[in-house]
């Protein structure tokens, strides 16, 4: 298989909502962030705005961290949910994070919304997001930081439940119909905390959770940001190897394909979750392999 390492992300206001989407009559901010009924809605609408080939849950990067105790502002049409205000402020602290209850709260919101979705014959993406970012909204970057610097104990404890978490989280999402987990961690981008703390946070947090996905899930493939799975490549943690996929068709007939036609590949990147509308005139796909 061809290799490559190369990923140019062209999709930095993707979040933004289509007009026709934001004038919805059901569809109500923030009441849409809410509940399953609306967040489906809500992602039924934007996939058909889009010609969207999935539908993404959730529309937010706030629903782990919510579950986790983070303060979020649900805001409106226009600014969507953020952290309102860093419930730590000591790393020590960590250690009172609970354990995700799936059974309340908007986490469970999203999972009946991957369900009810599923049930009217939808393929489902389930977005996910990483530690950087989960944790950017529970505690001062700069405090979380310092103690991955300096290899904390209570930090270490926390990322391990954290992935914990999101494996029981990801598989719930998988049981509820989810074929593709689509995960990032934008807070976490290697330009940002720089390939030293990049490095640290992939080895005791990424590289174990992407290697639980691959052991412990059937049924789905995970795909990768692709500034997530270069910069995986560029520190020497992973490689990507091309897949030829025959006819020319949508990146999002790929991932599909991927899911029917190759089980043994459960990690994809290189490429964006948003192009799976647009026609991969490559012909390939990119599994990627953790080292």
Known sequence: MEKSSEFTCGYEDSAVWPISVLKHKELIFPEVHKEARLMALLAEKVKEANQDVFCR????ATVEAEALGASINLGDALAGPRMEKYVLTDIAELGRIRKIDLGKGRIKEVLDA???LTGRGHVVSLNVEGAFTISNCIIDPSVFYKAL???DKEL?????RLEENLILYINEGIKRGAKIISFADPNGNVNIVGPQLFTEMSNKFTLPLLRRFQKETSG??????GRLS??????GLAEAKAIT????????EYIKKVISDFPDCKLIGNNCMNRAKMIEKSKRIWKIEIK
């Open 114 to 116: 991957v369900e009810e």
């Open 149 to 151: 610097k300096k290899d």
């Open 220 to 225: 789905a493939v995970m795909h990768l940001c």
């Open 156 to 160: 270490n404890q926390f990322l391990n």
């Open 57 to 60: 849950l959730p529309l937010c």
């Open 230 to 235: 270069l910069a995986l490549i560029k520190t």
């Open 245 to 252: 996929m025959g006819e020319e068709s949508t990146y999002g």
